[in-house]
T-cell receptor, first 113, second 118 residues
Framework: AQSVTQLDSQVPVFEEAPVELRCNYSSSVSVYLFWYVQYPNQGLQLLLK??????LVESINGFEAEFNKSQTSFHLRKPSVHISDTAEYFCAVLSGGYQKVTFGTGTKLQVIP | EAGVTQFPSHSVIEKGQTVTLRCDPISGHDNLYWYRRVMGKEIKFLLHFVKESKQDESGMPNNRFLAERTGGTYSTLKVQPAELEDSGVYFC????FGTGPLYGNTIYFGEGSWLTVV
């Protein structure tokens, strides 16, 4: 079964500092990976996805993630965070015959002014 | 294009009462999913519809939960009778049907229905 692991439950970081949220996956077949974000008191939003092609994918708000097959990782990075990035971030993988999303346990990013 | 919409956004009910959550998927999306996140825990899959058929309901916690999708459009999730441990956020999601990497592999989520059972 495909799964993802987010080792960090909380990541505090100062504003304008870089951040990396870690995600590792386990899969023996083709893998499709996602990062979702949940801002305070809001629903889940798709941040970025890796389906195929370039291993580096970007979001519109400056986040990027790199699919690394050899390390089975899909870490999320941003070179300079903003207060508005404070949210919970979920790594996810498509499973169940590519019709079901399996989530990691989430990482709370707290940006400190 | 309208996204996945859920109603109600928030609901507070007493233990033993019934609550029905509604989800309207993105138009044309045959796949519809229900997930929930109990407070402080991970987001867990409940079930998956393809059109009006239940494809996978392995995540439904018990028989107090009933999901329907009559006509293959909107879906309802009924909890009857509600228990304290049912409190949490119930997410609905939808996607196009298909298995290719460029078709149907992005699943869009609604904003969730926040249920509090007191």
């Amino acid at each position: 079964a495909q799964s993802v692991t987010q080792l960090d439950s909380q990541v505090p970081v100062f504003e304008e500092a870089p951040v990396e949220l870690r995600c590792n996956y386990s899969s023996s077949v083709s893998v499709y990976l996602f990062w979702y974000v949940q801002y305070p008191n809001q629903g889940l939003q798709l941040l970025l996805k890796y389906l195929s092609g370039s291993t580096l994918v970007e979001s519109i708000n400056g986040f990027e993630a790199e699919f690394n097959k050899s390390q089975t990782s899909f870490h999320l990075r941003k070179p300079s965070v903003h207060i508005s990035d404070t949210a919970e971030y979920f790594c996810a993988v498509l499973s169940g015959g590519y019709q079901k999303v399996t989530f990691g346990t989430g990482t709370k990013l707290q940006v400190i002014p | 294009e309208a996204g996945v919409t859920q109603f109600p956004s928030h609901s507070v009910i007493e233990k033993g009462q019934t609550v029905t959550l509604r989800c309207d998927p993105i138009s044309g999306h045959d796949n519809l999913y229900w997930y929930r996140r109990v407070m402080g825990k991970e987001i867990k899959f409940l079930l998956h519809f393809v059109k009006e058929s239940k494809q996978d309901e392995s995540g439904m916690p018990n028989n107090r939960f009933l999901a329907e999708r009559t006509g293959g459009t909107y879906s309802t999730l009924k909890v009857q009778p509600a228990e304290l441990e049912d409190s949490g956020v119930y997410f609905c999601a939808s996607s196009l049907f298909g298995t290719g990497p460029l078709y149907g592999n992005t699943i869009y989520f609604g904003e969730g229905s926040w249920l509090t059972v007191v």
